[in-house]
């Protein structure tokens, strides 16, 4: 282990070291068909990466909650407030292609063995991305992703309402293969006990409100690469986007068919510098000091290290 003023920082091979014999009859198991099911497009994620990482960290995340429970319970004592226990709530942030969606697959069904008497609700920030038309009108289509392209108010209401322990809350649905949200078609989250919310922005401090996302997060995880490795993997899945498009038409991606691969990737190119490269430095990156856990990948998605705040 090395230590820094801020964190403890953990290699691979010592990380393993740290799973727990205190809970012998909470096992977490996961088929290779499960993992080829979770896995995220040109993300990768071996059985050895959900054992040798994923597994800790899922122990450790059960520390996190234990104390999270007695904290409250003790103080709804001190105040004389008998409610059923708030959701615990988990962040996961980091940048576009780094594979934020596959971990927190993974975690949701790690934590639903670990605790299957407990409901594990998995969300994502996408859905409140204004849609394509309010984004045009406010001319910020080519800012998509930047903080001001999300309904933030609704984003946090919706955190309220999970904190409240309120039934049936509906959130919008995003689709990557029409790069828009889906009218009229809701998804609910039904009196979860722990939900997982990723997305780019779970750790920002929105422009147009006084609250952090992060206030409602018991725990947050940032997935950390270097920024030409993220910029690799992007227009990797760009290439298996644009090819799994290839024959629907109504697919964002099948235009790019249409175009030559030079230009294609001119375009992507341009998006990659232009948007997700900015976003990245402006207001991604500055965010992953708010995070408990950061988990350092390097290339193939190749996690080798993992970071804790110390504080």
């Known amino acids: 282990m090395i230590e820094n003023k801020d964190y403890y920082v953990i290699n691979r091979e010592e990380w393993n070291d740290y799973l727990s014999n205190e809970s012998p009859h909470r096992q977490v198991t996961i088929s290779e068909e499960q993992l080829e099911k979770i896995t995220s497009?040109?993300?990768?994620?071996t059985s050895q990466d959900a054992y040798e990482v994923y597994k800790p960290i899922t122990e450790l995340i059960s520390v996190y909650l234990e104390n999270y429970k007695l904290l409250t319970d003790k103080r709804?004592?001190?105040?004389?407030i008998k409610?059923?226990?708030?959701?615990?709530?988990?962040?996961?942030?980091?940048?576009?292609?780094?594979?934020?969606?596959?971990?927190?697959?993974?975690?949701?069904?790690?934590?639903s063995q670990f605790y299957?008497?407990?409901?594990v609700a998995l969300a994502t920030t996408d859905g409140f991305i204004y849609p394509n038309k309010i984004l045009k009108e406010k001319g910020i289509m080519d800012k998509k992703g930047f903080p001001d392209s999300y309904n933030?108010?609704?984003l946090i209401?919706?955190?309220?309402?999970?904190?409240?322990?309120?039934e049936h809350i509906p959130y919008p649905t995003y689709s990557h293969k029409v790069y828009d949200i889906i009218p009229d078609k809701m998804q609910y989250l039904d009196k979860p006990d722990i939900v997982i919310l990723e997305g780019i922005n779970v750790l920002q401090f929105p422009s147009n409100t006084n609250i952090y996302l992060s206030d409602f997060f018991d725990l947050s995880i940032y997935i950390n690469a270097d920024e030409?490795?993220?910029?690799?993997w992007f227009y990797e899945r760009f290439k298996l986007l644009v090819n799994n498009a290839r024959n629907t038409p109504s697919d964002y991606y099948y235009k790019f068919n249409l175009m030559s691969e030079d230009e294609a990737m001119a375009y992507a190119t341009k998006v990659w510098h232009d948007i997700n490269l900015v976003n990245l430095h402006e207001y991604i990156l500055p965010t992953r000091p708010n995070a408990n856990i950061v988990i350092h990948k390097?290339?193939?998605?190749?996690?080798?290290?993992l970071w804790l705040k110390k504080y």
């Open 41 to 45: 497009l040109n993300d990768e994620l």
């Open 76 to 80: 709804d004592y001190f105040l004389g």
């Open 83 to 111: 409610r059923s226990m708030p959701p615990f709530i988990i962040g996961i942030a980091g940048s576009v292609a780094v594979g934020k969606s596959t971990a927190a697959r993974l975690l949701q069904i790690f934590l």
């Open 116 to 119: 299957p008497e407990l409901q």
């Open 152 to 154: 933030m108010p609704a």
């Open 157 to 166: 209401d919706f955190l309220k309402e999970i904190k409240n322990g309120h």
């Open 228 to 232: 030409d490795i993220i910029e690799q």
């Open 298 to 305: 390097e290339a193939h998605h190749r996690i080798s290290e």
